[in-house]
């Protein structure tokens, strides 16, 4: 076991505990700080992967931006601020026996199915080429990559984005006439 | 380093991600649930990635699409969690039964009459 074997699996053993507390905790505050904590954790394993600008991005959007968000959702819903047994439903039990059988399942299939295979991420290059100094998920990379290939995907998702947004503002306003508000 | 530590993390992420969208009750924590499963599914990506050296880097720019489509559904879902406390005054989603479908009018006496109660309440 490698240095970099125990750093991911530190990484990974945080994360998959920040995220069985977000959803076991009797504070709806600590789930969202828990959540940080497990986000995080998966930024750190991703630059153990070395995917570093994926990395940056998720410390950006996830715990900036997701996170505040859903902070915000829990003052303005007026939430209990101490430890509450009313956050979990009555059919915790069936959840845990789903929960159980996806982790079971998915654990099994893919320990038999990816079992002694090794993580090849040595820089692809020619024989004879010099090899390029930066990791493959750099953003120099990851930027190339998204405005040559992928640039049709990356406008779309523009447009459904600014949908989404519209939509939030418009789902939120309460200054509309009426005949948009008669069906409530 | 073995291509299962990633897989194994994001299983084990996504199965409390299920956990919690199912016996979770108020809305907010299941919605940071879903973020939990989106997770998951992102580890995958970049794992895979990495691990076929894909020259396109397909897994890590759809990594990044699906960070930002998760943050277009959190806020689109903040704000349908806000309107439905605006009416309502609590965000139980298990509580919220106006769409439920009664399998028999007759058995279903005291529950009917719960959603309606709600409403007038509400109003």
């Keep these: 076991m490698t240095g970099r074997d125990l750093v991911f699996a530190l990484l990974g053993v945080v994360a998959v505990g920040a995220g069985l507390l977000v959803v076991t905790t009797r504070q709806l505050v600590h789930a969202a700080l828990w959540l940080v904590v497990s986000f995080g954790a998966l930024a750190g394993c991703y630059l153990v992967l070395t995917a570093e600008f994926v990395a940056w991005v998720q410390v950006l959007i996830y715990v900036g931006a997701v996170v505040v968000l859903l902070l915000f959702g829990i003052m303005l819903t007026r939430a209990p601020v101490g430890p509450s047994d009313e956050l979990d439903s009555g059919n915790r039990w069936a959840a845990l026996g789903v929960a159980a059988g996806t982790a079971a399942l998915l654990v099994t299939v893919l320990v038999m199915g990816f079992r002694g295979t090794r993580l090849n991420d040595a820089p692809r290059c020619a024989a004879g080429a010099s090899c390029p100094a930066r990791a493959n998920g750099s953003a120099e990379h990851l930027g190339e990559a998204v405005f040559r290939t992928w640039v049709l995907p990356f406008e779309v998702l523009s447009v459904l984005l600014l949908a989404a947004l519209v939509g939030a503002i418009v789902l939120s306003r309460t200054d509309l006439p009426t005949p948009l508000r008669k069906g409530r | ?123």
């Design chain 2, 1 to 123: 380093m073995h291509l299962a530590f990633p897989l194994v993390t994001a299983a084990l992420l996504f199965a409390a991600g299920v956990y919690g969208v199912l016996a979770r009750r108020n809305a907010i924590l299941v919605l940071m649930s879903v973020e939990l499963m989106l997770n998951a599914v992102n580890l995958n990506l970049v794992a895979f990635d990495v691990h076929l050296r894909d020259r396109l880097h397909g897994g890590q720019v759809l990594t990044l699409f699906t960070i930002v489509i998760a943050a277009a559904e959190v806020g689109l879902g903040l704000a349908i969690v806000l309107l439905v406390f605006r009416n309502r005054q609590m965000i139980d989603v298990d509580r919220l039964r106006t769409l439920a479908e009664e399998p028999d009018p007759e058995a279903a006496g005291p529950d009917a009459a719960e959603p309606a109660a709600e409403r007038e309440g509400a109003k």
